[in-house]
């Protein structure tokens, strides 16, 4: 009975290959679900490097592969027609190199990944997306081109004919090409990450996504605003989120009657006034100018860029100081105010007697 023949091969020979199919189709999913099992068993601990990416190898393996690899192992014990058999070796051919593309992206995310863990910022995450998709389309050309080798196709005249349709194409997207490498800039030299503060011109927001063709900031008045790459790197961007501190300075104008014991004490009440905010670093006050109607103190201090430090607090809190201290010691602030003599007329040179107007503005 199992001597019988059925295309050209034997009942018996067809029993192996069946046996060999369902052997194959059944221990290979064991593996990988049994691997499954221990990285997640162990997901919270250190595995070794080549023991974790071996799993996550096999949890990224494509159960069309397994059907490839069972029929691969059941086609060698049978013998078949010739154009059966060159359909099953594409059809197992371009289901390897295609499982070898998802292990080779699959590979670079692992890399990549780990990479952001070992530097301990999430914040790097989009610039990883952006390189991830340089190196998968890369991994897929050169996959691509393998497996037409592979199969006996001629890939030099298609290089040579994708690399003019390339140049044309190119002259067609370049402003798309240049926004993707201008991303792949900003991935590897990182000028800001996601988080960041940044000042563009005229606009002023946090970084939420950097994407392939634009960054996404969410503006300070709540909208967002989309900025593509390539202008992006082109404009003076000034990041507001790598400030190891920030500078505030103003001037304060006191009145011309102010006596000359209080004016000295000035510099000292500002000071006592600044260092009453937390993280603050105290430059000077200086008596700058003597203006029209005032004298006009300039004052610079720095605050530290900190959790729980905030510029405009802490100019609030430092100018209640300056005001509370300033009241305390008698000194008061001048107004915007002019002094006019006016002479009344009276003789040649119009000096017997003249009026005083003060408070002009």
């Known amino acids: 009975m ?22 194959i189709f059944t221990v290979l999913p064991l593996v990988r679900s049994y691997l499954r099992a221990r990285r997640s068993r162990y997901a919270n601990r250190d595995l070794p490097p080549p023991v974790a990416l ?8 494509s159960r069309i592969v397994l059907w490839i690899v069972a029929i691969y192992g059941a086609e060698r014990i049978l013998i078949l027609p010739h154009r059966l058999d060159r359909a099953f070796e594409i059809a197992i051919g371009v289901g390897c190199w ?37 190196l998968r389309l890369i991994i897929w050309i050169v996959v691509a081109l393998l497996a037409l080798e592979n ?20 002259l067609a997207v370049q ?14 030299d990182k000028p800001f990450v996601i988080g960041d503060s940044l000042r563009v011109d005229t606009f002023e ?20 605003i989309i900025i593509s790459n390539a202008d992006l790197l082109k404009s003076r961007v000034r990041n507001l989120g790598r400030a190891s501190e920030w500078r505030a300075l103003f001037t304060i104008s006191l009145a011309y009657d102010t006596p000359a014991a209080r004016i000295e004490q000035v510099p000292a009440l500002v000071s006592a006034a600044v260092a009453s905010y937390e993280g603050t670093r105290f430059l000077y006050c200086l008596l700058k ?56 007329g009276r003789g040649p040179q119009g000096d017997a007697s003249g009026v005083k107007l003060a408070g002009e503005r």
Not at 103 to 121: I, K, N, V, Y
Not at 213 to 223: A, C, F, I, Q, Y
């Open 2 to 23: 199992f001597r019988q023949i059925l295309i050209d091969n034997s009942l018996s020979d067809w029993l192996a290959a069946t046996l060999v199919f369902l052997l």
């Open 54 to 61: 071996l799993a996550y190898l096999m949890d990224r393996t």
């Open 98 to 134: 295609l499982q070898l593309g998802i292990w080779a992206g699959a590979a670079a995310r692992f890399g990549l990944t780990r990479q952001q863990e070992r530097s301990g910022d999430p914040a790097v995450g989009g610039s990883i997306n952006i390189v991830l998709f340089a």
């Open 151 to 170: 199969l006996g196709i001629n890939v030099g005249p298609l290089i040579a004919g994708l690399g003019v349709g390339g140049i044309a194409i190119a």
């Open 175 to 188: 402003t798309i090409l240049g926004d993707l490498f201008a991303s792949l800039s900003i991935a590897l």
């Open 205 to 224: 927001g946090v970084v939420e996504q950097i994407g392939i063709k634009s960054t996404r900031l969410r503006s300070v008045t709540g909208e967002q």
């Open 289 to 344: 100018q003597l203006g029209e109607s005032a004298l006009g103190f300039e004052v610079c201090f720095f605050v530290e860029n900190a959790s729980g430090r905030d510029l405009g607090r802490a100019l609030d809190q430092v100018n209640r100081e300056i005001l509370r201290s300033f009241a305390q010691a008698g000194i008061g602030f001048a107004t915007p105010a002019r002094t006019v003599w006016l002479r009344d």
